[in-house]
Protein backbone atom coordinates (compact mmCIF):
# COMPACT_ATOMS: atom_id res chain seq x y z
CA UNK A 1 0.00 0.00 0.00
CA UNK A 2 1.24 3.47 -0.83
CA UNK A 3 2.48 5.79 2.02
CA UNK A 4 1.59 8.81 2.31
CA UNK A 5 2.18 11.43 -0.71
CA UNK A 6 5.77 12.87 -0.27
CA UNK A 7 6.88 16.12 -3.01
CA UNK A 8 10.26 15.94 -3.56
CA UNK A 9 12.71 18.65 -4.93
CA UNK A 10 15.34 18.64 -7.20
CA UNK A 11 18.21 18.87 -4.44
CA UNK A 12 16.64 15.99 -2.23
CA UNK A 13 15.53 12.92 -4.89
CA UNK A 14 17.42 10.00 -4.78
CA UNK A 15 17.72 8.74 -8.21
CA UNK A 16 18.59 5.11 -7.16
CA UNK A 17 14.90 5.10 -5.19
CA UNK A 18 13.50 5.21 -8.14
CA UNK A 19 12.08 1.78 -9.43
CA UNK A 20 9.77 0.53 -12.93
CA UNK A 21 7.15 -2.05 -11.09
CA UNK A 22 4.08 -3.64 -13.22
CA UNK A 23 4.76 -4.32 -16.11
CA UNK A 24 1.64 -4.79 -18.32
CA UNK A 25 0.29 -4.75 -22.11
CA UNK A 26 -2.06 -1.85 -22.73
CA UNK A 27 -3.03 -2.85 -26.39
CA UNK A 28 -1.70 -2.60 -29.67
CA UNK A 29 1.29 -3.25 -29.20
CA UNK A 30 2.22 -0.75 -26.26
CA UNK A 31 4.11 -1.63 -22.80
CA UNK A 32 3.03 0.17 -19.84
CA UNK A 33 5.63 0.04 -16.57
CA UNK A 34 4.44 1.92 -13.72
CA UNK A 35 6.70 3.93 -11.74
CA UNK A 36 7.16 4.90 -8.06
CA UNK A 37 9.71 6.76 -5.53
CA UNK A 38 10.10 4.60 -2.05
CA UNK A 39 7.13 3.03 -2.99
CA UNK A 40 4.94 6.18 -3.44
CA UNK A 41 4.23 8.37 -6.29
CA UNK A 42 6.84 10.88 -7.49
CA UNK A 43 6.07 14.12 -7.50
CA UNK A 44 8.74 16.78 -7.94
CA UNK A 45 8.66 20.72 -7.30
CA UNK A 46 10.01 22.49 -9.58
CA UNK A 47 11.80 25.79 -9.12
CA UNK A 48 10.79 29.21 -10.97
CA UNK A 49 10.18 28.72 -14.73
CA UNK A 50 8.99 30.04 -17.64
CA UNK A 51 6.61 29.66 -20.21
CA UNK A 52 7.32 29.22 -23.80
CA UNK A 53 3.78 30.23 -24.55
CA UNK A 54 0.70 31.05 -23.44
CA UNK A 55 -1.26 28.47 -21.83
CA UNK A 56 -3.65 26.80 -25.14
CA UNK A 57 -6.81 24.61 -24.52
CA UNK A 58 -8.07 22.64 -27.49
CA UNK A 59 -11.15 20.79 -26.44
CA UNK A 60 -10.56 18.93 -22.85
CA UNK A 61 -6.62 19.26 -22.70
CA UNK A 62 -4.60 22.11 -22.21
CA UNK A 63 -0.93 22.53 -24.02
CA UNK A 64 1.88 23.87 -21.89
CA UNK A 65 5.48 24.32 -23.07
CA UNK A 66 7.99 24.66 -19.87
CA UNK A 67 11.25 27.06 -20.68
CA UNK A 68 14.40 25.95 -18.81
CA UNK A 69 16.35 28.89 -18.37
CA UNK A 70 20.33 29.28 -17.53
CA UNK A 71 19.88 29.86 -13.87
CA UNK A 72 21.85 27.38 -11.76
CA UNK A 73 18.16 26.08 -10.25
CA UNK A 74 16.99 25.34 -13.99
CA UNK A 75 20.06 23.58 -15.21
CA UNK A 76 20.13 21.32 -11.99
CA UNK A 77 16.14 20.96 -12.67
CA UNK A 78 17.14 19.73 -16.79
CA UNK A 79 19.83 17.75 -15.19
CA UNK A 80 17.47 15.67 -12.78
CA UNK A 81 15.19 14.94 -15.85
CA UNK A 82 17.99 13.90 -18.50
CA UNK A 83 19.01 11.08 -15.21
CA UNK A 84 16.33 10.04 -14.93
CA UNK A 85 15.53 9.21 -18.58
CA UNK A 86 18.91 8.01 -18.59
CA UNK A 87 17.89 5.68 -15.22
CA UNK A 88 14.96 4.33 -16.85
CA UNK A 89 16.80 3.80 -20.28
CA UNK A 90 19.53 1.60 -18.43
CA UNK A 91 16.71 -0.05 -16.85
CA UNK A 92 15.23 -1.46 -20.05
CA UNK A 93 18.74 -2.00 -21.38
CA UNK A 94 19.09 -4.33 -18.21
CA UNK A 95 15.59 -6.31 -18.34
CA UNK A 96 15.25 -5.67 -22.60
CA UNK A 97 13.37 -9.43 -22.73
CA UNK A 98 10.92 -7.90 -20.37
CA UNK A 99 10.30 -5.09 -22.96
CA UNK A 100 11.76 -6.66 -26.04
CA UNK A 101 10.71 -10.23 -25.45
CA UNK A 102 8.11 -11.03 -28.22
CA UNK A 103 10.51 -9.02 -30.81
CA UNK A 104 13.85 -11.06 -30.03
CA UNK A 105 14.46 -13.28 -32.62
CA UNK A 106 15.42 -15.97 -30.62
CA UNK A 107 16.63 -16.06 -26.73
CA UNK A 108 20.18 -15.47 -27.31
CA UNK A 109 19.46 -12.05 -29.38
CA UNK A 110 20.23 -9.04 -27.33
CA UNK A 111 18.70 -5.48 -27.44
CA UNK A 112 21.64 -2.69 -27.97
CA UNK A 113 21.38 0.02 -25.71
CA UNK A 114 22.07 2.30 -28.89
CA UNK A 115 18.91 0.86 -29.76
CA UNK A 116 17.01 1.88 -26.76
CA UNK A 117 18.75 5.28 -26.93
CA UNK A 118 17.32 5.74 -30.81
CA UNK A 119 13.79 4.74 -29.81
CA UNK A 120 13.69 6.89 -26.62
CA UNK A 121 11.77 10.18 -26.66
CA UNK A 122 13.93 12.55 -24.42
CA UNK A 123 11.46 14.19 -21.96
CA UNK A 124 13.15 17.33 -22.18
CA UNK A 125 13.58 18.27 -25.52
CA UNK A 126 15.33 21.31 -27.90
CA UNK A 127 12.53 23.88 -29.51
CA UNK A 128 12.31 24.18 -33.23
CA UNK A 129 11.70 27.66 -33.61
CA UNK A 130 14.01 28.75 -30.48
CA UNK A 131 17.86 28.42 -31.12
CA UNK A 132 19.03 27.01 -27.60
CA UNK A 133 16.00 26.92 -26.29
CA UNK A 134 15.19 23.80 -24.04
CA UNK A 135 11.27 22.32 -22.70
CA UNK A 136 9.37 20.00 -21.52
CA UNK A 137 5.84 19.88 -23.46
CA UNK A 138 2.80 19.01 -21.59
CA UNK A 139 -0.73 17.46 -22.82
CA UNK A 140 -3.05 17.45 -19.51
CA UNK A 141 -6.56 17.12 -19.65
CA UNK A 142 -8.60 20.26 -17.69
CA UNK A 143 -9.80 17.97 -15.05
CA UNK A 144 -6.10 16.93 -13.69
CA UNK A 145 -4.67 20.37 -13.33
CA UNK A 146 -4.99 22.90 -10.75
CA UNK A 147 -3.93 26.96 -12.51
CA UNK A 148 -3.39 29.38 -9.07
CA UNK A 149 -1.30 32.69 -8.49
CA UNK A 150 1.35 33.76 -5.66
CA UNK A 151 -2.07 34.33 -3.05
CA UNK A 152 -3.21 31.33 -4.12
CA UNK A 153 -6.76 32.00 -5.89
CA UNK A 154 -7.51 29.69 -8.87
CA UNK A 155 -6.69 31.27 -11.83
CA UNK A 156 -8.31 31.34 -15.46
CA UNK A 157 -6.27 29.47 -18.22
CA UNK A 158 -6.84 32.61 -20.50
CA UNK A 159 -5.28 34.70 -18.49
CA UNK A 160 -1.53 32.53 -19.02
CA UNK A 161 0.93 34.55 -21.13
CA UNK A 162 4.45 33.15 -22.08
CA UNK A 163 7.09 34.32 -20.68
CA UNK A 164 5.13 34.16 -17.34
CA UNK A 165 7.37 32.84 -14.70
CA UNK A 166 5.82 29.63 -13.42
CA UNK A 167 6.04 27.15 -10.54
CA UNK A 168 5.42 23.10 -11.62
CA UNK A 169 4.55 20.33 -9.95
CA UNK A 170 5.36 17.48 -11.57
CA UNK A 171 4.37 13.99 -11.41
CA UNK A 172 5.97 10.78 -13.01
CA UNK A 173 3.35 8.23 -13.81
CA UNK A 174 4.76 5.63 -16.09
CA UNK A 175 6.83 4.86 -18.85
CA UNK A 176 5.77 3.32 -22.51
CA UNK A 177 6.87 1.38 -25.17
CA UNK A 178 5.49 0.77 -28.72
CA UNK A 179 7.12 -1.00 -31.49
CA UNK A 180 9.20 2.05 -32.41
CA UNK A 181 9.40 4.48 -29.44
CA UNK A 182 10.01 4.40 -25.65
CA UNK A 183 8.86 7.24 -23.58
CA UNK A 184 8.14 8.68 -20.07
CA UNK A 185 4.77 10.32 -19.44
CA UNK A 186 5.03 12.88 -17.17
CA UNK A 187 2.08 15.02 -15.87
CA UNK A 188 1.08 18.92 -13.84
CA UNK A 189 -0.95 18.45 -11.16
CA UNK A 190 -0.59 22.37 -10.36
CA UNK A 191 1.00 24.97 -11.94
CA UNK A 192 1.46 28.36 -9.34
CA UNK A 193 1.82 31.32 -11.70
CA UNK A 194 3.35 34.34 -10.35
CA UNK A 195 0.96 37.29 -12.16
CA UNK A 196 2.48 40.67 -12.85
CA UNK A 197 1.08 43.25 -11.05
CA UNK A 198 -0.47 45.11 -14.42
CA UNK A 199 -2.24 42.42 -15.86
CA UNK A 200 -5.95 44.13 -15.63
CA UNK A 201 -5.07 47.30 -16.87
CA UNK A 202 -5.76 45.88 -20.03
CA UNK A 203 -9.14 44.89 -19.30
CA UNK A 204 -12.15 46.78 -20.61
CA UNK A 205 -15.24 47.31 -18.20
CA UNK A 206 -18.49 48.65 -19.85
CA UNK A 207 -19.99 51.52 -17.81
CA UNK A 208 -23.42 50.16 -16.56
CA UNK A 209 -25.97 52.78 -15.59
CA UNK A 210 -28.22 51.36 -13.20
CA UNK A 211 -30.14 54.19 -12.31
CA UNK A 212 -33.81 53.69 -12.30
CA UNK A 213 -33.96 56.42 -15.07
CA UNK A 214 -32.44 54.41 -17.32
CA UNK A 215 -33.44 51.00 -16.30
CA UNK A 216 -37.20 52.38 -17.50
CA UNK A 217 -35.74 54.37 -20.68
CA UNK A 218 -34.81 50.63 -21.92
CA UNK A 219 -36.40 47.85 -20.20
CA UNK A 220 -39.92 47.34 -18.66
CA UNK A 221 -39.99 44.18 -16.93
CA UNK A 222 -43.54 42.24 -16.88
CA UNK A 223 -44.79 42.10 -12.90
CA UNK A 224 -45.25 38.09 -13.14
CA UNK A 225 -41.39 37.95 -14.60
CA UNK A 226 -40.05 39.45 -12.06
CA UNK A 227 -41.92 37.70 -9.62
CA UNK A 228 -40.84 34.29 -11.29
CA UNK A 229 -37.47 35.38 -11.11
Not at 143 to 163: A, C, G, H, R, T
Request: aromatic letters at 10%; glycine letters at 4%.
Amino acid sequence: MAKNLCITSTSTIELENIRINKLHKTGKNIIKGGIVYNDNKLLIKGPRMTLGSSINKNGDYYYIDLRFSDKNTNQKFMKCINDIDCLVMIDIYENYKLWYGSNCKDVNEEISFTQIEQEYIPSVKKSSLHNGRFTMKFKVHNSKIEFFDQDNIVVPYQLIKDNFVVIPLLQLKALYKDSNHIWLNWSIPQLKIELPDNIFKKCQLVDIDDSEDSMMENEVIPDDDYENN
